[in-house]
């Protein structure tokens, strides 16, 4: 029981993040400003992205993006969340990271589905390193998944 609580929570608490920091760029970053926030390495934005990844899927039309952008994220996410509540051995690092993950993915589905597509806005550069566009939703499914190559890794022999 503690177990699921704590699941729900740390997936309330990422789509929070992510819906309160989408909101706060929407309401006070003009869309397509370039705000240096660290010198040229940390830029703050806003850029709506009607695709997933990338832009991916953007050109669709809108019966394939329904299908493809919303859709099937939902039914995943669904699964992913009913099985992970359901898991009774699993790690708590990887009940951590399918947490981040399902949190991010509903975050940013939450912005397909009552805004058309998706608000970015942090960019990070490092000499060469450039990162896309970004939002925290990103964010959490990142450190997700990176958790789960992790613990995957380190753990070869847990059963997901």
């Given at each position: 029981?503690l177990k699921r609580i704590s699941i729900i929570l740390i997936v309330l608490l990422n789509v929070g993040?992510?819906?309160?920091?989408?909101?706060?760029?929407?309401?006070?970053?003009?869309?397509?400003?370039?705000?240096?926030?660290?010198?040229?390495?940390?830029?703050?934005?806003?850029?709506?992205?009607?695709?997933?990844?990338?832009?991916?899927?953007?050109?669709?039309?809108?019966?394939?993006?329904?299908?493809?952008?919303?859709?099937?994220?939902?039914?995943?996410?669904?699964?992913?969340?009913?099985?992970?509540?359901?898991?009774?051995?699993?790690?708590?690092?990887?009940?951590?990271?399918?947490?981040?993950?399902?949190?991010?993915?509903?975050?940013?589905?939450?912005?397909?589905?009552?805004?058309?597509?998706?608000?970015?806005?942090?960019?990070?550069?490092?000499?060469?390193?450039?990162?896309?566009?970004?939002?925290?939703?990103?964010?959490?499914?990142?450190?997700?998944?990176?958790?789960?190559?992790?613990?995957?890794?380190?753990?070869?022999?847990?059963?997901?």
């Open positions: 029981m993040c992510d819906q309160l920091s989408k909101d706060l760029v929407r309401k006070h970053v003009e869309p397509m400003d370039y705000i240096q926030v660290v010198n040229d390495n940390f830029i703050l934005t806003n850029v709506e992205n009607t695709g997933a990844m990338l832009g991916f899927g953007q050109d669709f039309p809108p019966i394939l993006k329904r299908i493809f952008l919303q859709g099937l994220p939902l039914i995943v996410l669904l699964v992913l969340m009913a099985r992970t509540l359901q898991k009774a051995n699993l790690n708590r690092w990887m009940v951590l990271a399918f947490a981040f993950v399902i949190g991010g993915g509903i975050g940013n589905l939450i912005d397909r589905i009552a805004y058309g597509s998706v608000t970015d806005f942090f960019q990070v550069k490092f000499g060469f390193f450039k990162t896309g566009i970004f939002n925290m939703a990103d964010v959490s499914v990142s450190i997700g998944v990176f958790l789960l190559l992790f613990v995957t890794l380190r753990y070869r022999n847990l059963s997901i």
